[in-house]
């Protein structure tokens, strides 16, 4: 059984939901988020119309395809209801599984982070506030570590750990505890809620797998060269691989997928940022912790190269965003492509949206 793979091979904001429920359409059982957290923005629309930006469920959700958290996603149940409420709107209930492994983030780490990253002014770091990365630093300390596991379980230590978040914890990361008891007691509320919204699953129980990353290559925790503006996770091919093992598949289909040009949300270098260049984009408006969507012109060599070092072995390039190249041609679809507009230009090398 083979996987397919969904990378962003930028800074992220490529295209990699668009492209992920394409192949969903094509058949799909399962979407698998094998990096980061709920602070992905994965824009899809269908032909119909219906929209949504999705954080905590896979972008096969418009086709009914389930979603498994892998033990290297982050799960943020307070966000996850927020995005079911959100879905069900719009007349989709997804069926969500996880591993058991998988770290929870709790309203602490949100708070923390957004504490952290006011702290640094004009020096942010350029978080996207939700508290993954505080998350992933709190759980190194296992007496603070909180997973999935524990809420299947209805761990009864549950209040006494979150009394400690937030008192030692938050003074220790930012010097003033969190004095939040309504919200303490209706974040316990919600992880209970959670464990029964969300099913245990290994990936062996996986079929058919699309593999759907979050963020960009260049953003990869390990990228020296835009340390340490990059984030907390592997984002290219290490975790797939991993997984793939683990579950027995016999070929991996990796897809990058990057727009006509480049973009970066956040702080860090942008490679010939040009404040000229501008696109509307209904997804990445204004953040409060991210500022602006910034632009400029793709390398499609250095692309094409550090799309090839990660896959090493034959992979696809997906290009997006491709009705922007001409400004001048009048139809800037800033809503979004469906699926309906990706086509295959060449099974060896391209798809186009």
Not at 245 to 269: C, E, K, M, N
Not at 318 to 341: A, F, I, S
Request: aromatic share 10%; with cysteine.
């Amino acid at each position: 059984m083979r996987a397919h793979v969904v990378i962003g091979a930028n800074f992220g904001d490529e295209g990699k939901g668009l492209v992920t429920d394409y192949l969903c359409s094509q058949g799909a059982g399962m979407v698998v988020r094998f990096n980061g957290g709920a602070q992905a923005g994965h824009t899809v629309v269908t032909p119909g119309g219906d929209r949504h930006v999705f954080g905590h469920f896979g972008s096969g959700s418009f086709v009914g395809v389930p979603t498994y958290l892998s033990q290297y996603f982050v799960c943020n149940p307070i966000l996850f209801f927020r995005e079911a409420k959100k879905l069900h709107e719009l007349g989709y209930v997804p069926t969500v599984y996880a591993h058991p492994s998988c770290l929870i983030t709790t309203h602490v780490d949100m708070i923390v982070n957004q504490r952290k990253e006011t702290a640094r002014g004009d020096k942010r770091h350029g978080s996207c506030g939700v508290g993954v990365h505080e998350t992933i630093q709190r759980s190194a300390v296992v007496e603070l570590k909180l997973t999935m596991a524990d809420l299947w379980n209805h761990i009864g230590s549950l209040p006494a750990l979150m009394e400690r978040l937030c008192d030692r914890w938050a003074k220790f990361r930012t010097g003033s505890a969190i004095v939040e008891p309504a919200m303490t007691e209706a974040f316990i509320k919600t992880c209970w809620a959670f464990a029964e919204a969300v099913h245990p699953l290994g990936i062996q129980q996986c079929p058919d797998p699309i593999f759907e990353g979050a963020q960009g290559l260049l953003l990869d925790q390990d990228n020296k060269e835009y340390w340490p503006h990059v984030t907390h996770s592997s984002t290219g091919m290490k975790n797939v691989r991993v997984l793939c093992q683990q579950g027995g598949f016999d070929g991996i289909d990796p897809y990058y997928v990057s727009r006509t040009y480049l973009t970066r949300h956040g702080a860090g270098t942008l490679p010939g940022e040009n404040p000229k260049m501008a696109f509307e984009d209904a997804t990445n408006v204004e953040h409060p912790w991210q500022g602006t969507l910034r632009f400029a012109p793709l390398d499609y060599n250095a692309m094409a190269k550090r799309a090839a070092v990660d896959a090493y072995g034959p992979h696809k390039l997906v290009m997006t965003h491709c009705d922007q190249l001409d400004k001048e041609g009048g139809d800037l679809r800033w809503y979004g492509p469906t699926r309906d507009d990706v086509r295959e230009t060449s099974k060896a090398v391209r798809m186009y949206a």
